[in-house]
């Protein structure tokens, strides 16, 4: 695709279940990354794929955050046991060929109650 | 963990004036980005410098980066109301590594 595509772009859900979020990248693109963005805040990262498996997975806050990227393309964050303080904006990025430069996605608002 | 430090946290200037807006960061890098977020949601690539670069310019957009300070500067001349957006500068320790991002500077400008 022409950009980095995100969905859903919002979520609300109750404390305690379960989400996915997705992210489907730029096409030819090579790492992907996964950001959390809370209010007033910059991005964090959390995790990021250099091909199937995570290349370093060390921003993930605890074991209820899970990330795959099964074919090398699509990327799905999986949170359990949702909890009010997971409620923030994630945002998923790719870098293409060579650059460092990261392309962001349009992100997803997630808001546990 | 966030890394840099925009200042001001917050900017409110005149259409046509210039907007500066600095970074520091705390460990060695490879190169420092800036980027550009509207409305909190999906940030865009401005500009990246190396760490062997000291200016870059890119249209209305100057950087400068001086790594004996681990500082950073973005200028950005003539503003236009269109500006209005937070803007961080982000950090990569090494080539293509995740980036560290700091908290950002909210730019306001008035027409």
């Known amino acids: 695709g022409a950009g980095v595509s995100q969905t859903p772009s919002n979520k609300v859900t109750e404390k305690g279940k379960y989400v996915e979020l997705r992210c489907d990248p730029i096409?030819?693109?090579?790492?992907l990354y996964w950001y959390r963005q809370s209010l007033g805040q910059g991005p964090e990262f959390l995790i990021y794929?250099?091909?199937?498996?995570?290349?370093?997975d060390s921003g993930l806050p605890n074991d209820r955050f899970f990330a795959v990227r099964p074919e090398g393309s699509v990327s799905t964050l999986k949170i359990q046991r949702t909890e009010r303080g997971d409620s923030a904006v994630y945002l998923c990025?790719?870098?293409?060929?060579?650059?460092?430069?990261?392309?962001f996605g349009p992100g997803t608002r997630l808001t546990v109650t | 963990s966030q890394q840099g430090e925009e200042d001001p946290q917050a900017l409110s200037i005149q259409e046509g004036e210039n907007a500066t807006m600095n970074c520091s960061y705390k460990t060695s890098i490879n190169n420092l980005q800036w980027y550009r977020q509207n409305s909190g949601r999906g940030l865009v690539h401005l500009i990246l410098i190396r760490s062997n670069e000291r200016e870059k310019h890119s249209g209305r957009l100057r950087v400068t980066l001086d790594t004996s300070k681990k500082s950073s500067s973005l200028l950005i001349t003539a503003s236009r109301a269109a500006d209005t957006a937070s803007y961080f500068c982000?950090?990569?320790?090494?080539?293509?590594?995740?980036?560290?991002f700091g908290k950002g500077t909210r730019l306001s400008v008035i027409a």
């Open positions: 982000a950090t990569s320790p090494s080539g293509n590594t995740p980036l560290v």
């Open positions: 990025a790719t870098t293409m060929g060579t650059q460092y430069e990261q392309y």
């Open positions: 794929f250099q091909g199937t498996g995570a290349a370093d």
């Open positions: 096409s030819g693109h090579t790492a």
